[in-house]
Every structure is written in C-alpha cells, then in structure tokens.
C-alpha cells in the first residue's frame, strides 16, 4: 500500500455559499468585465454588476414562482451564458442544482427528475420539453417548467420585479459550505445513473485550491486579464468546477455549446483565451489538424522536424525541472527558436494567441502530445478526478509537470493506492455520498476513503499514473488478465483512428474493435490520389488496414504476447452518443458497444 499527502494552502475553512463571490466582486469592481455573452454572431461584455443584477432579477423570480430553500431544480441545456446565470441565482435562494445532459432520453431524464424529486426544470428547447412532458406523469414533485428559448430568462425577471432584494439575501445569507449544491449524476458508462451530492463547501474548496495553486494559468502576468472559453459540458463536473473557478476568481470567460474543434477554433480566435480546460480529444484534433495541413501545404516533413524539436526541447526542460539533466542544449534551443517564428507560432494562433496554458482532464493523454504542446509554447497540466471528487484529485503541479501522468495530490488531498492496485482518494473536495442510499450503503467511501474503481500507481515523486479500471479488466479464457486502456490508447495514437475498444472476456485471445477519423481518412486518400469510397468500402481497402495493423503492432509492443491484439475489425462508423455509445462526456461505453457489435465481435473469434 503506498499513500502520497499533500498538506492544504490554508486551514481556514470557506464561508458562505457560491452566490456570495457575485455580490462582493460587484461591490469591489462593478465595472470590471466578467464575461462574454454571445448575441447573433457578436459577443458582448458583461460586467460584474451586470451579473450581479440578473443574477438578482432571477433569483426574485425563482422565489415568486415558488421555489425555496432546499428545493431541487433541474438544468438540461448545453453550456450558454443563461446555464450560468441561471445556476448561481438558484444558489442565490438556497436551491440546489440537478444538471441534466441535453442528449439524455426520456428515460434518462425520468429516472434523474424522479430520484432527485425535481420540484422544477429549465430546458433550452421545444424538444427538451417535450421529453420532459412525454415523463411528466410520472413526476408527481415537479411543479414548474421554463424554457430559455422561449423567454425563460424574462419570464422569471419579470415574475419577480415586487420581490424585494432582502428577500433574497436572507435566502442567500442561510447557504453555508455544508449546504448542498448540486446532485450531479455519474454519466453512467455501465448501470442506472448515481446522483452524487456536492455541497457549496466541495466545490468552494476545489476552486478556490485550483485557483490557488495554480495561480499563473489563473492570473497572467501584471497588464494582461484572464480569460478562457468554457465548452466542457456544464451538466459535467469539471464544466462546473471551471465555471465556480472563473467566477471565484474574476476571470472572464465566454460559453461555447459544441464541444468539437471546428466549432472552437472561430471562438478561440474571437475571444483569445489565456487558458482552456479542455479534455485529451481536443488537443488530439488540433494536433492532427495541423499535421493534415502541413501535408497538404507539402511541408509535413519539415512538420514532423519541428514536432521532434518540440518534444525533445520540452523533455530536455523536464529532465531540469527533476534534476536529471542539463535542459535543452545550445544547438536544440537554436532549433526550437527557428521553428517558435515558423511553426509554433501558428500552432499558438489556432488557440487565439495568448494561450500559454491548459488543463486537462477525463481521460488519459498521449506523453508526446503533452510535450508538443509543451515544447510550442502551451503547457497543458493534465490532472484526474471524478465526480466524487468535485473534480480534480490530482493534477500536474506548477513548474514540474511530468508529461504521461496525471500529477501528484492536489493541496488538501490524500492518495492511497490499495493493496488490489486501486486507487483512494481523501479530502474536503469528496462528496458526501449518494443520493437516496443509506450511508452504510455507499460502496465507494471506505472509513472516509473514496475508493475509486480506477487501478494506479504511485512513483516515487508522488505522482499518478491511472492504468486502468477494476470493472474492465478483461480475463481471457486462458486466465490472463488485461487492462484494456493503455491497449486502445495506444492504437489511438495512430492518426487514422478514432477509437479503439479491446474486447476478449471469456475469449482465448485479445481482439479490438477500431473506428476511423473521417477527417483523417479523407486527407489520407486525397494525398494517396485514392476517391472518395464509402466508408463500408474503405474499411476494406487493403493499404488502408496495413495502416491500422502498424497501429496494432505498436501498441502490443507495449504488452507481453498473452495480452496483444491477436485480431481487429474496422468499423464502417464512429461510436456516438446518439447510439447510446458513448457518454455526453465522450467516454466510451463498453458493455453496449459489445451487445451492438456482437455479430462483428463473435466474428473475431471465428475466422
């Protein structure tokens, strides 16, 4: 069993609730610009007053509408300027938040709404509602419904116009750190959905820490203001610690609804961000788009040159920070600085140009893709965590990042790894337990532990490295056990793949499962001077697989011979969330790409 403890910043303990950092931010500096709200094609600036009153304006309205102290209501839209506004004037009056993803069924919805007892719900769309209503006789607590694209922000600003103000503030001065937040249901890769209860005390605790030790992605040098985009979920957890984070901390930030890169890369360039926190896929698709585009350019040589320049400029100044070596020499700062004006420069103006630092989260990212980043100019620290966690447990510290892993304990927090390999985790950012399930029933809190399902290990340094999950280790007939992750990360690494699952249950051997990028693809034929095809043909062009089996070949080289991918499949499609594939935060669920690709699985095995 070995346990790595990083002491907490400060002892004293926050006060208060969420809501109370709009009020005093707009008391110090009514002026000062907090976010960008987009209207049409334009963004427009809001102030700290600004927010402060609508938050005001809403909450009254919430109030005259009946919702109280206590009461839980549901927020089921993507992330928008109203998601935020509408979050911290519910904190405001004491409610507590139900985030619900905007591409949940009605089934999903039903189970959410009914074991959280929603009183009321705001939705974007027609659509939403309608899903809502399709439920709503089985939903004997909820008593209201709004939706924002039918006016729900006036709706309620308007409802409230005779509440007076310190109606409010005695509902907002009752909130204390032990006062519930929000229920934030686990997205649910395998089983029902859990509601786990975050208290304004977690979540304080999380930003406040992040804000803290990480100080420079947070508040840039003197003369420049931070600001980021926020396009992570905010029915996720780490979309919302990012949201408390900015409003914690005075950084200005904008909300865009897409989370994929071509909807970014506009946003990015308008609002030009000092700092993302963003999960592995979009650094992926940036990277891989610039390799497509200098290939086209005819430059990919000179490319992949200044890619290995990057990475071994950024390993050079890792091998520093850890006293195992000099840092990058004379001749490879010489290179680096040429291609900084040629390549890198433009890798940063992708990202809008004063970006220089990230976080990421979710799931693992590639060592070389963190160095890159790195070496070009943007240190991107990745970090781990759950729901359960408020987030972040750990994460890369400052000045010391060690690309490949996911960091060392965050200040406040304890990791043990257990005697199966598990991974423990203790501090004030755990929750405090499921919702509706009795205390001695939480199988995740252990004697004050959060007992995590993921398998780790701790080096020396006291940094992590997650190697898998307990419920995916793969037993093959045979008896060898496998953990699948590091397997399909790796055959990802390869740009023509999307996604990779390894399957081999039960079976005599390991096999996978691997989806294209259609973007990839495309660039690949156009440069090979091949059409077009379908994808039900492309999968079975044969320069096409040898390209996907070097990808194969390189990840068993990772693994002994018993736990290799003996056999693959390439399928005609991606894996979605409109399939039920994949979970609103891109994760990828297992048992039901199994059950929808068992035909193709079983053919693996019989060949």
């Avoid at 398998?455 to 995916?472: P, V």
Wanted: charged share 25%; net charge neutral; aromatic share 8%.
């Amino acid at each position: 069993m070995r346990e790595f403890s990083h002491p907490p910043l400060t002892t004293a303990r926050p006060v208060g609730g969420l809501a109370d950092s709009v009020f005093d931010h707009a008391l110090a500096d009514p002026g000062k610009i907090v976010m960008n709200r987009r209207r049409g094609d334009r963004w427009r600036d809001v102030t700290a007053a600004r927010f402060r009153d609508e938050v005001m304006a809403v909450a009254k309205g919430l109030l005259a509408q009946g919702v109280r102290f206590g009461d839980r209501v549901a927020i089921m839209a993507p992330t928008r300027y109203e998601w935020t506004l509408i979050d911290f004037a519910l904190w405001t009056v004491g409610a507590q938040v139900v985030p619900v993803y905007p591409t949940s069924s009605a089934e999903q919805v039903y189970w959410m709404l009914h074991d959280a007892q929603v009183a009321a719900a705001i939705v974007e769309h027609e659509d939403h509602a309608m899903t809502v209503g399709s439920v709503v006789d089985r939903l004997p607590h909820l008593r209201r419904l709004w939706q924002l694209d039918a006016g729900a922000e006036q709706e309620l600003m308007a409802a409230g116009e005779q509440v007076e103000d310190e109606v409010v503030h005695r509902h907002r001065r009752a909130v204390t750190p032990d006062s519930v937040a929000t229920v934030i249901y686990t997205s649910g890769t395998t089983g029902r959905p859990k509601g786990c209860v975050l208290t304004h005390g977690n979540l304080m605790f999380e930003a406040d820490t992040l804000l803290d030790r990480w100080d420079a992605v947070f508040h840039p040098r003197r003369g420049e203001d931070a600001s980021t985009l926020l396009f992570l979920p905010l029915a996720h957890v780490f979309g919302r610690v990012v949201q408390v984070a900015a409003v914690r901390g005075g950084v200005r930030f904008g909300h865009q609804p897409r989370l994929n890169a071509s909807a970014l890369m506009p946003d990015l360039v308008a609002l030009r961000p000092s700092f993302v926190l963003a999960v592995p896929y979009i650094f992926e698709k940036i990277h891989r788009a610039a390799v497509r585009k200098a290939e086209a350019e005819g430059r990919g040589a000179a490319f992949a040159k200044a890619v290995d320049v990057a990475v071994r400029y950024a390993e050079a100044q890792e091998a520093r920070a850890f006293g195992t070596g000099s840092g990058p020499s004379a001749q490879l700062r010489m290179q680096h600085q040429l291609y900084d004006k040629l390549v890198y420069t433009k890798v940063r103006e992708v990202l809008g140009g004063r970006m220089r630092y990230a976080m990421s989260g979710g799931s693992a990212m590639d060592r070389r893709l963190g160095l890159f980043f790195a070496g070009a100019g943007v240190t991107i620290y990745e970090g781990y965590g759950l729901t359960e966690s408020t987030a972040a447990a750990t994460a890369n510290p400052p000045g010391r990042p060690r690309y490949g892993t996911v960091g060392q304990a965050i200040p406040g927090t304890t990791v043990r790894i257990a005697r199966d390999g598990e991974v423990w985790l203790r501090g004030e950012h755990v929750f405090q337990g499921y919702l509706n399930t009795p205390r001695s029933g939480h199988t995740a809190l252990r004697e004050g532990w959060l007992a995590t399902g993921d398998l780790g290990a701790l080096d020396e340094d006291g940094y992590l490295t997650i190697t898998g999950r307990k419920k995916e280790i793969l037993v093959t007939s045979g008896g060898k056990s496998v953990s699948p992750g590091p397997l399909e990360d790796r055959v990802r690494d390869h740009p023509l793949v999307a996604q990779c699952v390894v399957v081999g249950n039960d079976r005599p051997y390991i096999a996978a499962l691997v989806t294209l990028d259609a973007e990839a693809v495309a660039h690949w034929l156009e440069m090979r001077g091949k059409p077009q095809g379908e994808p039900a043909a492309l999968v079975r062009d044969p320069e096409l697989e040898r390209e996907v089996r070097r990808a194969v070949v390189a990840a068993n080289t990772q693994v002994s011979q018993a736990e290799s991918i003996r056999t693959f499949r390439i399928l005609a499609q991606q894996f979605t969330e409109e399939q039920g594939l994949l979970t609103p935060s891109l994760k990828v669920k297992r048992k039901a790409v199994e059950q929808t690709y068992a035909r193709e699985i079983k053919a693996l095995y019989h060949s």
